[in-house]
């Protein structure tokens, strides 16, 4: 297994919250402190059986992104 960190992320360890938010977030009410990462990858281990656009051993990676 492997980890990275990017570049946003440490700035955020190092220099304090910037994009974190320090109130609570209006959609997900979370606020500092948090685990930061913000994109990870895996390999897809099962799917529900309504799920036709990714498959068992696929590779994926999600960028999530929560808009106001």
Excluded: C, W
């Excluded at 938010?21 to 059986?49: D, Q, Y």
């Excluded at 309504?50 to 999600?62: A, F, K, L, M």
């Amino acid at each position: 297994m492997t980890s990275e960190m990017t570049v946003a992320d440490l700035h955020e360890y190092e220099d304090g919250a910037n994009i974190i938010p320090t109130t609570p977030h209006p959609i997900t009410k979370e606020k500092a402190p948090l685990t930061l990462g913000h994109e990870f990858s895996g390999v897809v281990e099962e799917v529900g059986e309504d799920v036709t656009d990714v498959e068992i051993g696929q590779r994926v990676s999600v960028q999530p992104i929560i808009y106001d």
